[in-house]
């Protein structure tokens, strides 16, 4: 399994773009007036079972209400009870008409004019099938490097907004003018950042009868950013003391690469989770005073521990990360714990061993781990990467472990289940986790 690396986004990301463009693999043609078509398994104990739709890999496919209809449909029959709908890509802009920003028309060279609203148009046939609907925002990602696409490459407004990097060997660096990250970053503590990322959650959530909203790239980059003048003096102000030494007193980079940690590296890493903590706790709180119902949720990996760089404290406060984690986390570093923010946290186990209780490469371990950690300050949804498990009987295996041992299970993304054609899979899985429900309850368990 590639651990978080840019070599890891760029593959994912060049992954999604060639499912998006084959047929390679179709499945089987529903039967007319329903003939001979599957029962729906019933979700065990009401538990909720997501597809994810991403809005880049799927641009082309959803552009035509008639797809739209029929993968729901299929998502129906399959057993999903719940949808996650991308409707804010990598690029920054909405996929839904919005007043704030112009809604996405052109992406990775496909342009696209839709005369209908994306969002409201999910949202009613979905709720028409009694399934749920989670809208899902990249939060602080404005642009793609690959094609010079989106918000930070388009609009001067957002000119010194885009994160700083300290690159090894090269020094400061505009994140836009990185060509080895696939989301272009912006600066999570800048205010017009913050302003921005609010007004659009605040957008959906008041015009739009979403059941839930799922922040995603919700988190700084890497390690390598941000080290502009504004973190600088917000890291200065939170530690109380100047920097004569700036990255340094921080970390700087050996020959090889490596980081050779300062006086502060410890304080650094609390300090930029108390940002993602504290933006988090805020977008929350104006969320719910616009609509109190609507489920605040959020995707991360699952592999908690190598989190730290990207500012990313999804434990409960309860849970003493320096305790397991001593050559970051201070011990104020919980207090950035986000969990009990959240409704529910969708931990993305994207592994490609399913069972294995002692190995932390697989589904198993990380998805108990998650439940460790975040101590029940909110539902844990297991999620899975169809990519990773690509026939029927590994997706049968992952949804079974997911709803058995889970809160609910997150399948990312519908584009690989068409692919490998796995909803059999899906179906599969569901029946199994229910079946073992029953017998938990018939024996008083």
Not at 266 to 281: D, H, P, S, V
Not at 312 to 338: H, I, L, M, V
Not at 344 to 361: N, T, V
Request: with cysteine.
């Amino acid at each position: 399994m590639i651990k978080i690396s840019h070599i890891f986004s760029v593959f994912f990301f060049a992954l999604l773009l060639s499912f998006s463009c084959t047929n390679a693999q179709k499945e089987p043609e529903p039967a007319a007036n329903g003939e001979n078509e599957p029962e729906t398994p019933a979700a065990p104990a009401e538990k909720e079972i997501m597809l994810w739709f991403d809005a880049s890999a799927n641009f082309h496919t959803f552009s035509d209400k008639a797809n739209v209809v029929k993968y729901l449909d299929k998502a129906r029959e399959t057993g999903f009870n719940k949808i996650v709908l991308d409707v804010r890509p990598l690029t920054g802009y909405p996929m839904y008409p919005s007043r704030i920003l112009p809604v996405i028309g052109k992406l990775h060279g496909t342009t696209i004019h839709r005369d209908w609203d994306y969002l409201q148009y999910f949202l009613e046939e979905a709720h028409r099938r009694n399934m749920k609907v989670t809208a899902s925002m990249t939060v602080f990602s404005g642009g793609q490097y690959a094609l010079r696409e989106g918000l930070v490459y388009d609009d001067a407004k957002w000119n010194g907004k885009s994160c700083v990097e300290y690159m090894p060997n090269k020094g400061m660096m505009d994140i836009r003018n990185d060509p080895s990250q696939v989301a272009v970053f912006m600066n999570p503590i800048d205010p017009d950042v913050q302003a921005l990322a609010l007004s659009l959650a605040l957008e959906i959530a008041a015009n739009y009868p979403v059941d839930g909203l799922a922040l995603d790239y919700c988190r700084y980059a890497d390690d390598r950013s941000d080290f502009s003048e504004l973190s600088r003096t917000a890291f200065e102000r939170y530690i109380g003391k100047k920097l004569t030494r700036f990255p340094d007193d921080i970390f700087k980079w050996d020959a090889a690469g490596n980081r050779v940690a300062g006086m502060y590296y410890k304080q650094w890493w609390e300090f930029r989770a108390m940002n993602i903590y504290g933006f988090i706790k805020r977008m929350r709180e104006e969320v719910k005073a616009v609509r109190p119902d609507i489920a605040i949720e959020y995707w991360a990996a699952s592999w908690y521990g190598a989190l730290y760089t990207k500012g990313q404290n999804w434990a409960s406060q309860r849970y003493e990360t320096c305790r397991d984690y001593p050559a970051y986390a201070t011990e104020n570093y919980s207090k950035a714990g986000f969990a009990a923010e959240l409704d529910i946290f969708q931990s993305g186990a994207y592994m490609e061993k399913i069972w294995g209780a002692d190995d932390p490469e697989s589904m198993e371990a990380q998805l108990a781990n998650s439940r460790r950690v975040i101590k029940n300050d909110c539902k844990v949804y297991g999620s899975f990467y169809a990519a990773n498990q690509t026939t029927n009987e590994e997706v049968s295996d992952a949804v079974f472990l997911c709803l058995d041992r889970m809160d609910g299970v997150m399948v990312f993304d519908i584009v690989q289940v068409i692919h490998y054609n796995t909803w059999e899979g899906v179906r599969d899985g569901i029946r199994r986790a229910g079946e073992n429900g029953k017998l938990r309850m018939e024996n008083g368990k």
